[in-house]
């Protein structure tokens, strides 16, 4: 469906507007996307990027259908907390990404999950489907969730970034794990894995109704003042660097930013006053919610090289 240009946008290079329009995507993505010749200027491809868009022009664009990934059973070490023939807890591990993604197939939580409850190899695409268990179907559709680059997964719970339904040759029809919450990469900390249509239907209305109480602890750059308190601030697309987020204000040109709330507590004071140990509850699941809400308040968190 094409989209006709206002006056207000008349100017644009092609791939800025796109961009401003798909915050999930990279320009350089976007960029790509064009040069395929999968961006629509008044019923013909355009493939210049810096084609600059008129008033009255019609720009429509279609994503191609996202390539398949193959997931391997890896031994991968794993914590387990706590498993059952419905439930797994295990305490993820600081760099261990969660979904496996295109330039990034091996060495996820899924590879470790896949050999640890002895399934075989996996074909999927990622996208916004319905929760899927370990050994059942699809059900309900999903909340919205915040779509993330590759990768890079969530410091909160994101309902969308899920695996979709997948098979295998043989008899047997498999389904993905069931992970119904992501954890950032470079984030440590508990998560649910149900292995079954039950488990995995109650675990997805539990977190998003929020009867699930997460709390997170993270060291902040000195202490934040006051010591306790609320952050409400939207989050959306880095306007400059692609592959972070911000606080956007809605409304002056924040289009796509979303409603954001963290509480904070400061539990320590480390280092003479350098450093805090601050613990987070959210009372929403934007994508790098914490970072994002940490350095709006001048105080990042330590040794967080992306922000």
Known sequence: MASEI???????????????????????????????????????????????VKQGDRVGYQLPPPVPIEAQPEDIPLEVLYEDEHLLVINKQAHLVVHPAAGNQTGTLVNAILYHCQLPAMRFTAGKQGPISLTGGANAAQPDADVTDANYDDDSVSFGEVLDEVSRSGPAHVIRPGIVHRLDKGTSGVMVVAKDDYAHAGLCDQFASRTVQRAYVSVTCRVPEPRSGRIEASIGRHPVH???????????????????????LVREELAGGGAALVEWRLETGRTHQIRVHAQHIKHPLFGDETY
């Open 6 to 52: 206002t006056h207000e946008l008349a100017g644009l290079r092609l791939d800025k507007l796109l961009t401003s329009q798909l915050p999930q995507m990279s320009r350089a993505k976007v960029q790509s996307l064009i040069k395929d010749g999968n961006v629509i200027v008044n019923g013909s491809p355009e493939t210049r990027p810096r084609y600059c």
């Open 242 to 264: 692609r592959k972070r987020m911000a606080v956007v204000p809605v409304g002056s040109g924040g289009r796509h930013a979303r409603h954001a709330a963290s509480k904070y």
